[in-house]
């Protein structure tokens, strides 16, 4: 047998799956949606080398949930039952799909199609748990806790359409009726998006906001839209046979493109709050596990602009994807150095050589 681990780093691995994020998954979602778009950008090596670092995102993760099932139940139902964590529980259906994005375009379809059935049995558990949540357990007083956050239901949601688009024309007899279910899933998501982006709305209008309410979260916003408009971008380019679907391309056609202006709106807004925060308020910028949510909606907006440029035959948006990827990949090495560096600094704390471990980025 090897040498047992050291106490105090046993102390501080509990501490990490006690204590770990439900949005953690908003990691293999950033890595994936870039090793996606890069992929389709005509960079093979590099969307590799991302989808072998996501691999091992996605298996330690759900390691790692599977322990805190196991050993720390009661702080497991804390955030699920907490209105302002439930829905960060989406970042794993939405990762999960992500991935089989991934596995699907280096030809691993049964692998994917798993993926994509894991994904929306644990998304029709979520999305009435959410709401039961809501509804049952959330107060007035918890009502201003409404935030970007909430929005990955709807990203979650629009994953399962992506996804599901490339594996139906692969299952036969029952593709028809996949087609019109995922149609169906797109139509939810959008139905979502209107719901919360109301209440996010009345929140900052009608509250009071500090620096504290402004988090990487808030870039959901965007990232919802955006995987709005990929999701719609993939439904058009898409071959249902189904004449009622088709028929419904140019409701399709023109919903896509406003959902795409909704997202880009949305970037200069988001960039005007972060300044307000750490440029006004001199909040520092410190790692957290919220800014993989940061991430994802750069890589997915690269991804949606690429995807309506073919879909709507706008070349013009192509070069603003080739754009987006990049600054995506930047955001993404600096927060995975954040992250490797927050890592260090906890281990040298646990053992009894380090001295802080919130230090700016």
């Not at 006690?18 to 949005?23: E, I, K, R, T, V």
């Not at 990955?152 to 996949?178: F, H, K, M, N, R």
């Not at 949606?304 to 948006?317: D, G, K, Q």
């Amino acid at each position: 047998m090897g040498p047992k681990p050291p106490p105090r780093f046993v102390a501080w691995l509990r501490d990490q799956i006690s204590d770990l994020f439900p949005g953690y998954f908003a990691l293999v979602m950033a890595t994936g949606i870039i090793s996606n778009t890069l992929y389709f950008e005509g960079q093979p090596r590099l969307s590799d080398l991302l989808f072998s670092v996501n691999l091992f995102a996605y298996t330690w993760l759900v390691l790692l949930t599977v322990l805190r099932i196991v050993r720390f139940r009661a702080a497991l139902w804390a955030d699920l039952t907490n209105p302002a964590l439930v829905f960060s529980f989406f970042t794993i259906v939405a990762g999960s799909n992500v991935l089989g994005i991934g596995m699907n375009l280096r030809g691993f379809g049964e692998a994917a199609l798993a993926m994509w059935t894991f994904a929306l049995v644990l998304w029709f558990c979520l999305i009435y748990f959410s709401f039961a949540v809501l509804t049952f357990l959330n107060t007035a007083h918890g009502a201003n806790v409404v935030h970007g956050g909430w929005l990955i239901a709807i990203v979650g949601t629009e994953s399962l359409v992506i996804l599901g688009a490339a594996l139906v024309p692969a299952q036969g007899d029952a593709a028809p009726l996949l087609f019109v279910f995922i149609h169906m899933l797109w139509g939810v998501g959008l139905g979502l998006y209107g719901i919360f982006i109301t209440l996010f709305a009345y929140r900052i209008f009608f509250f009071d906001v500090g620096p504290e309410d402004i988090t990487p979260l808030l870039w959901v916003i965007m990232g919802a839209a955006a995987i709005s408009t990929n999701a719609g971008s993939v439904l058009i380019m898409s071959d249902s046979g189904v004449p009622f679907l088709i028929s419904m391309r140019p409701f399709i056609d023109g919903v896509t493109l406003i959902m795409w202006a909704w997202a880009t709106w949305w970037i200069p807004l988001l960039i005007m709050f972060g300044i307000w925060k750490h440029g006004a308020h001199r909040a520092p910028l410190v790692y957290t596990p919220m800014l993989w949510s940061l991430v994802f909606p750069l890589g997915m907006y690269a991804l949606a602009s690429l995807r309506l440029s073919l879909a709507a035959e706008i070349p013009a948006l192509k070069t603003i994807a080739q754009a987006m990827v990049w600054v995506a990949l930047t955001a993404w090495i600096a927060t995975a150095s954040a992250l490797a560096g927050s890592i260090w600094r906890g281990l040298r704390i646990h053992l009894g050589s380090g001295r802080d471990a919130a230090r700016p980025l």
